[in-house]
């Protein structure tokens, strides 16, 4: 017995002391197979291989400023194409405020859908405070299911009191 539990730590500390001799040559290796740091030119060069443009500060700022003129002089000319239309179709159509719009919900809708799906429709322009007002206000609780004729123009308020038996 004696001789077994001698043999047996012998083999223990015969291969500690090989994986512990693998380990320390093995991290020396490591530390030289690192990757050089990449240098400018060796950078630059692979950018032009590949097709792309390199541009200084100056330069990157100055073409910003070229292509920001051309939108401000079509901005300008929009603005006004879009006041004549504006005023041809007011002149023309009903007002589209009166405008009615059927909003369907269904089983199983959470206040989040219902807030996109008008969102969508136009009658709502950011879901998030919309659905906040649902909930703060605690009509989230008590949507009824069904379909619904809502205005363009119609406040928060209204929304949720149509859609609601509150």
Known sequence: MKHAVRAYALGIFTATSLLTIVYFQSGEANESSQPKPITKEKASNYLEKK?????????YQSLQETTEEPKKSKKSNQ?????????????TASSPEKELLTLTINQGMYSKSISRKLNEMGLVEDTKAFNQYLEMNDFSR???VGSYELKKDMTYEEIANAITNK
């Open 51 to 59: 097709g792309y443009h390199i541009l200084s500060n100056s330069e």
């Open 79 to 91: 603005s006004t194409s879009t006041k004549e239309e504006q005023n041809s179709e007011n002149n």
């Open 142 to 144: 008590y949507i009824q």
